[in-house]
């Protein structure tokens, strides 16, 4: 494997490492030896969603592959524009279950509060890239609409935290909403939706740390790879880092053409998680928002696949293969 030349050395601190993050698609390419390229990047698609990725990130990436699949993930396309039937703004019913700002309820027993619309990578993909976030997100007033939405419904008994990415928040920020939670009698686990330690492993410092630690519920964290290229030493430290802290790891994953569309690749991704202390959860297939298709893998293909990897791989390393529909009350096994 021939990885991105190294680039230089980054600063400390997570918020600064986002910061530096490579937001020219120019400049993404140069990095991996791929200047000829920049010309086939559509500005028009730059300007409907900005490209944006750290990079640590990058440094994964393979030097001089234009198919590199992390870079596909991240680096914009023509294939965006196209307007595809069946592709829409809300593929999963996220308007449908709203209940307060910020708050959708769709499963029974589990809420989810949008908690930011920053992520510290737009991956392509993003079944929120149409995401109403200046009116919807949970943290406006302080979180008191969201956690009121919770208390008055005692069903509910697992709240998740997503986005965006929650972990994009300051450390502040997400003890205020778990301060404001304690409050709530029938709340028994919390949940992280989050790519950061993954694209961004610096944010698992000692503030966030301890602030996991403290908390007084069980806490899952199910981060998000779709390629083993993912993982590399930061992230497993990460990892370690997060089950030292009380965290249970689940990876959940996103069936994408020319990322991961191989049983070798989905194999190689469910035993590298693993090695790092993850276990395989969901692998979903792609929700059908407008500027994506070009991901799609076919329902009959992603069964083959799941099948071969039932067959190579031991029960507990397979995950779950899953679409999301609106209006049902769970995910809808394939």
């Known amino acids: 494997m021939i990885l991105a030349a190294p680039l230089p050395m980054q600063p400390r601190g997570w ?3 986002w910061r530096d993050s490579v937001r020219d698609p120019r400049e993404l390419l140069a990095l991996l030896g791929l200047e000829a390229e920049a010309g086939s990047v ?3 698609a730059v300007a409907a969603f900005a490209l944006r990725v750290p990079r640590a990130f990058i440094g994964r990436m393979r030097h001089g592959d234009r198919h590199d699949p992390l870079l596909r993930q991240v680096l914009p396309l023509d294939d965006e524009l196209r307007t595809v039937p069946g592709f829409g703004l809300d593929a999963v019913g996220d308007g449908a279950a709203r209940v307060a700002r910020g708050v959708i309820h769709k499963y029974e027993g589990r809420a989810l509060l949008v908690a930011t619309g920053s992520c510290a990578i ?19 007033g302080g979180w008191a609409a969201a956690v009121e939405a919770i208390a008055t419904d005692p069903s509910v008994t697992e709240v998740i935290l997503s986005g965006g990415d929650p972990l994009a928040l300051a450390t502040h920020k997400l003890v205020e909403v778990t301060d404001r939670l304690r409050a709530v009698p029938h709340v028994r ?11 961004l492993p610096e944010r698992v410092d000692d503030a966030l740390l301890a602030w996991l630690s403290s908390l007084p519920w069980p806490v899952v964290v199910v981060v998000h790879a779709n390629h083993g290229n993912e993982f590399d030493a930061d992230v497993d430290a990460a990892m370690a880092a997060l089950r030292a802290a009380g965290a249970t790891l689940l990876n959940q994953a996103v069936l994408l053409a020319g990322v991961n569309d191989s049983m070798e690749a989905l194999a190689t991704l469910c035993e590298r998680g693993f090695d790092a202390g993850v276990l395989p959860y969901y ?9 994506t298709a070009h991901f799609e893998v076919a329902d009959a293909h992603a069964r083959e696949l799941h099948a071969a990897l039932v067959a190579r791989l031991p029960g507990y390393l397979v995950p779950r293969l899953v679409r999301e ?3 049902d009350a769970s995910k809808r096994a394939l």
């Open 15 to 17: 918020q600064q490492a």
């Open 42 to 44: 559509p500005d028009a």
């Open 122 to 140: 737009n991956c392509r993909y993003c079944f929120r890239r149409h995401f109403p976030y200046a009116e919807e997100t949970a943290a406006a």
């Open 189 to 199: 686990r919390l949940r992280i939706h989050t790519r950061l330690p993954v694209v």
């Open 283 to 291: 692998l979903h297939q792609l929700d059908r928002v407008a500027g």
């Open 325 to 327: 529909v609106a209006g």
